[in-house]
Each structure stands twice: as C-alpha cells, then as structure tokens.
C-alpha cells in the first residue's frame, strides 16, 4: 500500500500520554527511541474482508490487507511488536473445517510475536487447541490460566520479554473466567486464578525484579462492564495495580477510536486499548523514549 494511502486510511484520532511509571533502566542516552506496539483482539476466523454489501463493515478487514498494514508500519519502524488478544478462533467456516490450522498459519506469516487465549480458543476444546500449537510460529502467554495438569503445559508462559533498540518490554497475559462461559469438558484441568492479584505480581516481577522499560498486558477479561461495574475489567486493572504501562484488551470487542488513559493505584498513567473484533482494525501505539524526559506515547486505531 502506498504510504499516502495508508495515512489516509488512519483515524484522526489519537492520544498522546505521558507514561509516569517507566524505568528506563535498560536505556542508552544517546537519541530518541521508538517502540511501535500493533495489536488485533478478537479476530474470530475472519481471513477474509467483508465484502461491499456488509453494512458498516463493508469493504473492511481481511488478513492479506492487514499483513500489507504490517508490514508498511515495519518498513517505517523495525522496532515493531505485533501482538493478540486472544478469540482468534470461531466465527466463520474456516474455523469449522480447518479447526484453527489456517488462523495459526496465517498469523506466523504475519510474523505474530506474541498472543494470549480467549474464551472461544477452547472451541474445540484443550485438545483441539494443543493440536494446532505446531502451526503456531510464535508464543502464547497467559499468566492466570495454570495448565500443569494438561496437554498444553508448557506451551503457555505466564510472561514474555523483547529486547527493541535496547528497550526491554515485557509481556504477560491474562485471560476471563472461564466457568460459566465454557464447558468444563472443553477447558478440563485449566485452573484460573484471579487476574487483578496475578497482575500485581507479574507486572511487579517484570518491571522490578527484570528491569523492564515497558510493561505491557495482554488482556481477555473485557474493557469495562457497564452492566456490572464491580465486575473486574481492563479498566478496574489499571486502577488497581502500579506497573502495567498498556493493557492491550479483548473479549468485549470494545472499538475504541484512541486508548483511553487511566490512573493506576498510585496516580500515573496506564494506557487501554481495544480494537473492536473480526480484524476491522489494528491498533497502533507509539512510544518515545526520550533521554532525560518521560516517556510519551501516542495511539490509533487503523481501519483495515
């Protein structure tokens, strides 16, 4: 795609934060670094785009126009982090026939770096999940789903770190409760555990004890909930702990034109972002690291 047209074809919309709570240890003083952080939640099987009559949709989405979006953004940038909220499967018949295979092949091509598992990756239960893992050419986290007593022990890790320009980002995953929205026989022996206490302790672990410049949480437990308020979300998360620096969400398929910036429990600025679903967008969100100075950001969502 002609970079003209790619511009075009971005949001207006974009917000630009001061980001309070990174560490910058890691950090050379010499000129201003970049970090460029893509992101999809909730594709659920759509590989192709909507075709013209599809409403609001039409004309939208597609893997082969977003691997173009990618791979422009990486041409630009090459310290670019691609990322997945999780419910890549489900949704159209290439889910039903090929049982992920195609998602996860499609995604290694698009050269993924990193997803966490939704609700609807259990599908085809644990079993089915494990039997594409080999298609997979990229890692899975999650760090409040303990598979120990499955087949997908360890082929999960609570937490993933990138090196970028000397920038040290970590990423770990959170993922929803699954009782009461998958059957038990789908998800077996998966224990889950309370997403707000496993963050505070992942995203300590990897800002504190492993130095990271940048903490970043993978999310499938929902934007907010207006519904039940109390109900934990992406939003009561970055109140609730002090070291996540972005919460790349999913499940809710939430559109957010911009991140929404949030206090965190003690006053700094945590980024949420949320691209809807079907892969109508790609979130995009910029981060300047820049000697002697915060660390600012600015963030937009693409329309495919």
């Not at 659920?44 to 009559?53: A, E, L, M, R, V």
């Not at 022990?153 to 970028?164: A, E, L, M, R």
């Amino acid at each position: 795609m002609k970079r003209r047209q790619f511009i075009q074809k971005s949001t207006a919309a974009t917000a630009l934060a001061s980001i309070g709570g990174l560490s910058l240890q890691s950090f050379s003083p010499s000129k201003t670094k970049k970090i460029t952080i893509l992101h999809t939640n909730d594709v659920h099987s759509h590989i192709d785009p909507f075709g013209p009559d599809d409403g609001r949709n039409a004309n939208k989405g597609g893997v082969a126009r977003r691997a173009t979006l990618v791979d422009s953004i990486r041409q630009d940038n090459p310290n670019t982090l691609l990322l997945d909220a999780g419910d890549i499967f489900q949704g159209t018949p290439y889910f039903n026939y090929y049982g992920g295979e195609l998602e996860f092949k499609l995604m290694s091509m698009l050269k993924y770096d990193l997803a966490t598992i939704g609700n609807h990756d259990f599908d085809n239960g644990i079993d089915g999940l494990y039997a594409q893992i080999p298609h997979a050419k990229f890692d899975f986290v999650s760090a409040n789903y303990d598979f120990s007593n499955t087949v997908m022990d360890t082929h999960v890790k609570p937490y993933k770190i990138f090196i970028k320009d000397g920038i040290k980002i970590g990423v770990f995953g959170l993922g929803i409760k699954l009782d009461g929205l998958v059957d038990k026989n789908m998800y077996k022996e998966t224990v889950y555990h309370h997403p707000i206490e496993i963050a505070q302790d992942m995203s300590r672990i990897l800002k504190e004890e492993q130095g990271c410049d940048l903490v970043i949480c993978l999310s499938h437990i929902g934007y907010y909930y207006k519904n039940a308020p109390d109900k934990v979300c992406d939003i009561t998360l970055a109140r609730a702990t002090k070291d996540i620096d972005l919460i790349i969400g999913g499940h809710t398929h939430t559109f957010l034109p911009k991140p929404t910036i949030e206090k965190n429990s003690i006053g700094k600025n945590v980024l949420v972002n949320q691209v809807g679903a079907y892969g109508l967008y790609l979130g995009k969100i910029d981060f300047y690291f820049e000697p002697g100075k915060k660390v600012t950001s600015e963030g937009a969502s693409i329309i495919v």
